[in-house]
């Protein structure tokens, strides 16, 4: 870590040190570029809001050590009003992150490559010239300056600062949502190798709740309200103490978590779209929730967050290499973007529009009734990989089958 990079240039420079940043900063310092991560937050790790359910398959698609996880889980669980289902892998499907310790992970590692960071410091402003972003005015702890690169990146999260700032985020048809989530501890057997999902208005209205397995007697606890200015919760403060009630409220459907006790709790701001259409400008690229690229379904942020960071990282060592930072050299990352999942996500947002509305109890029997004819490998198609071309009856309950099979088609 540094004090002050004023007037010094880099290569790359990352503002935000989440997955997304840090695993941006963390592949293209392995490949000798030099890197600053500008990260407001005081430390790394904080602040530690994701309820970080994942298949195995991203450990090993990342390289990441085992002990980043904090819990495994071999089943998933469905519920709404006095439905539910649950879904026996039979063996460890996956685990749910430590999401502190991943990011000092990733940060670490970057570091040890020779990345420096500036922490406490905030992003104000990019400098533009000549039609190009050409580096950040920055203000910190530390003071305040200018760091210039060759290439910037916006991984800021929910805020975009600077693809905000630049219009990338402009008119993006999105919900803003608020999540909550508490970690307990002296918890019962019971949920502790499910990803447990809750949804319609039983459990959370205008929303989902769920309980996640966090290691040796701890919970994940939380819920999420979708659209949730417009329930006359205010997402400028998180909402604080209207999501507490739904929380306590949530909790309350389980007499078996009469006896927890709470250790943490964190909270954010959560905003559910399809993701915003383009992402690159001359020098510029913005990525993870900085561009919303959150699972529209149930709000899964660290795996794309992951994957963006990646296929930035390789846009931008090839921009390096060619000495292009053009727009239409760094749109490659758009390309790639869209076909990993963007045609996937917006199908699940038309989904999600629908699914957060507070359905009748019928139409939820229905849904569970559909949801229930699934294996466990279709299940999980659904869940993580967004194969839709499943569940066509699911959004014909909803009344869009014809529209998302236009999409599919």
């Not at 880099?10 to 695993?23: C, L, N, R, T």
């Not at 803003?176 to 502790?192: D, Y």
């Amino acid at each position: 870590m540094i004090n002050n990079v004023n007037g010094e240039k880099f290569d790359v420079i990352v503002v935000g040190a989440g997955p997304a940043g840090g695993q941006c900063a963390r592949e293209l310092s392995k490949k000798g570029r030099k890197v600053l991560i500008i990260e407001k937050s005081s430390g790394i790790g904080r602040p530690d809001f994701s309820s970080g359910g994942t298949p195995r398959e991203t450990f090993k698609d990342f390289d990441l050590p085992p002990e980043l996880g904090r819990g495994s889980w071999s089943k998933i669980l469905i519920a709404a009003y006095n439905d539910s289902k649950t879904w026996d892998y039979k063996e460890t499907r996956g685990s749910v992150f430590d999401f502190n310790k991943l990011k000092k992970f990733l940060v670490g590692e970057a570091i040890k490559n020779g990345t420096d960071i500036l922490v406490g410091t905030s992003a104000e402003a990019p400098i533009i010239e000549d039609d190009f972003i050409a580096g950040v005015r920055y203000k910190g702890a530390f003071g305040e300056g200018v760091a210039r690169g060759k290439v910037v990146v916006d991984a800021s999260g929910p805020t975009g600062v600077l693809a905000s700032q630049i219009g990338l985020r402009k008119e993006v048809p999105c919900s803003a949502s608020i999540g909550i989530e508490l970690i307990v501890e002296n918890t019962p057997e019971e949920f502790k190798d499910t990803l447990a999902f809750y949804f319609s208005d039983y459990y959370v209205p205008y929303g989902y709740g769920w309980i996640f397995p966090f290691g040796q007697n701890s919970l994940k606890v939380g819920v999420a309200v979708y659209k949730a200015k417009e329930r006359g919760i205010d997402e400028a403060e998180y909402g604080i103490t209207d999501m507490m009630k739904v929380l306590k409220k949530f909790i309350a459907r389980f007499p078996q978590l009469k006896n927890v006790q709470p250790i943490d709790l964190h909270g954010g701001n959560i905003y559910i779209n399809a993701g915003i259409k383009k992402h690159s400008k001359n020098g510029f690229l913005a990525i993870g929730d900085a561009a919303m690229q959150i699972n529209p379904l149930a709000g899964e942020g660290i795996r794309p967050a992951l994957h963006s960071g990646r296929m930035a990282a390789r846009v931008i060592d090839k921009a390096l290499s060619s000495s292009d930072f053009s727009e239409s050299a760094l749109k490659e990352y758009d390309k790639s973007w869209q076909k990993y999942i963007g045609p996937k996500w917006r199908r699940a947002f038309l989904i999600s529009e629908k699914l957060y509305v507070n359905l009748a109890q019928n139409q939820w029997k229905d849904i569970m009734q559909i949801l229930s004819d699934l294996s466990p490998g279709e299940l999980f198609e659904v869940g993580f990989n967004f194969n839709f071309l499943k569940v066509l009856k699911f959004a014909k309950v909803l009344k869009i089958g014809k529209l998302i099979k236009e999409v599919i088609e």
